[in-house]
């Protein structure tokens, strides 16, 4: 499958290195705003195409599907676009940043059959598919407690007065979209949409949050979830139930998963990763896409669009 990319920053570049272990990953295009930019990336792949305007690299019968790595702000926009060329979108997380631009792109996505899946690639690794296969073992679950609390370099950036667009909320960047995400779409993986909730945010100058925690009440149990880009933290993610406790190393990367029963038993769930974790978010979209189905069975559209309600409502 050709792919166009949107976006040439780190992120573009380590989700090509994940998907050259694809044999049905083929590179076609590059967009930038820049034609030096794009001619720059396009170069390091060896691809001859750049486009400096979207409509034109999606109208040129040279890319099948698009892996959209833009300014947060901007994926509906380029997301829709894209469907209503029928070419098939894998976007980076957070997909959207608003319910309402979610369900202009799954009214598209059905309108013209094409397919939308939002790049959160946790939730498609194979530990995290068998923990959740194996989530029945701890008994009822009593509570979640996942976090991704990275101190940005960027931050130091901040305190020097230059801003960087991690710290500028019109482009739909902040904490909570950034690396919150990370751990509230697994909550609603596991669990669907809560009854309730409470946010707490610390925001900076800019208007940006450069920390927050949320609660989520499910009746029974509750999740909770916090989030950095100000400070760090060593802890394991946790899966509290009444007969034993889930251990995650990275709830953003999830490799490491460990069954703690309370009688002191325990038991590994990791599945080894035979490839980078970006991998698998790509072969779960081109399965999507070259068997007509207009959205994943793992990372669906109403899990999209909850996840979205959660981070902005």
Known sequence: MKFGIIGTNWITDRFLKAAAQHPGFTLGAVYSRKEETGRAFAEKYGVDSVY?????MFSSGGIEAVYIASPNSLHAGQSILAIEHGIHVLCEKPAVTTVEEMDRIIEASRKYGTTFMEAMKSTVTPSFLNMKEQLHKIGPVRRFFFHYNQYSSRYDNYKEGIIENSFKPELGNGARMDLGVYGIAPFVHLAGAPESFLRNDYRLSTG??????????????????????????????????????????????????????????????????????????????????????????????????????????
Do not use: W
């Open 52 to 56: 400096t305007d979207l409509a034109e």
């Open 208 to 313: 940006a949050d450069g920390q927050g925690s949320m609660i989520l009440n499910y009746g029974d149990k509750e999740a909770v979830v916090t989030y950095s880009k100000i400070s760090d933290s060593v802890l394991p993610s946790e899966i509290q139930g009444e007969d034993g406790t889930i251990e995650i190393d990275r709830i953003s990367d999830p490799k490491r998963i460990t069954l703690k029963y309370r009688d002191g038993r325990t038991e590994d769930l990791s599945v080894p990763h035979e490839f980078d974790t970006m991998y698998y978010e790509l072969a779960e979209f081109i399965r999507c896409a070259e068997n007509g189905e207009i959205e994943s069975p793992i990372n669906t559209h109403a899990i999209s669009r909850e996840t979205v309600r959660l981070l902005m409502e």
